[in-house]
């Protein structure tokens, strides 16, 4: 419409799809976003691009890395790629469960409620993943595999 509008960006891809978005312990009404939330991008450079009324525009956009963490630029990668392997995971069970009926879901929403919990623990953290949080995404994974060859 036309008039001043403004747009905020979190530096998360899309949220990934699920039946039971929750708020934090910590939040603050109407000021807090539900979770599970979209991976945190990588520091780099992205191009951020308006359409408007037949008019496209173009800035670059530099996000760098919060100053009070320290975790290297690998493991800070790796955390990013598992987030979204359990972002797209967790997509993959959404659709699967919705194709599946009412009767056959209950497996999927399972593994995408297990898959949003993850994907908390690992996004939420200014460390890098756990061994044992690399081989939960690995589970999640191949019992979804299983679970689409079984459909």
């Given at each position: 419409?036309?008039?001043?509008?403004?747009?905020?960006?979190?530096?998360?891809?899309?949220?990934?799809?699920?039946?039971?978005?929750?708020?934090?312990?910590?939040?603050?009404?109407?000021?807090?976003?539900?979770?599970?939330?979209?991976?945190?991008?990588?520091?780099?450079?992205?191009?951020?691009?308006?359409?408007?009324?037949?008019?496209?525009?173009?800035?670059?956009?530099?996000?760098?890395?919060?100053?009070?963490?320290?975790?290297?630029?690998?493991?800070?990668?790796?955390?990013?790629?598992?987030?979204?392997?359990?972002?797209?995971?967790?997509?993959?069970?959404?659709?699967?469960?919705a194709k599946a009926?009412?009767?056959?879901?209950?497996?999927?929403?399972?593994?995408?409620?297990?898959?949003?919990?993850?994907?908390?623990?690992?996004?939420?953290?200014?460390?890098?993943?756990?061994?044992?949080?690399?081989?939960?995404?690995?589970?999640?994974?191949?019992?979804?595999?299983?679970?689409?060859a079984k459909r």
């Amino acid at each position: 419409a036309a008039g001043m509008h403004r747009f905020v960006w979190d530096l998360r891809e899309p949220d990934p799809q699920t039946d039971s978005q929750d708020l934090p312990i910590s939040a603050i009404p109407h000021d807090t976003p539900r979770v599970p939330q979209g991976p945190l991008v990588l520091p780099g450079r992205y191009t951020v691009r308006l359409d408007a009324d037949g008019h496209t525009m173009e800035r670059n956009l530099a996000v760098a890395m919060d100053p009070r963490v320290s975790i290297s630029s690998s493991a800070l990668e790796q955390q990013y790629l598992l987030s979204a392997q359990l972002a797209s995971l967790m997509d993959r069970s959404f659709a699967d469960a919705a194709k599946a009926g009412e009767k056959a879901r209950t497996p999927f929403d399972a593994l995408n409620g297990a898959a949003a919990s993850l994907l908390d623990t690992i996004d939420g953290a200014d460390a890098p993943p756990t061994a044992q949080a690399v081989a939960a995404v690995a589970a999640l994974s191949a019992r979804l595999a299983e679970l689409e060859a079984k459909r």
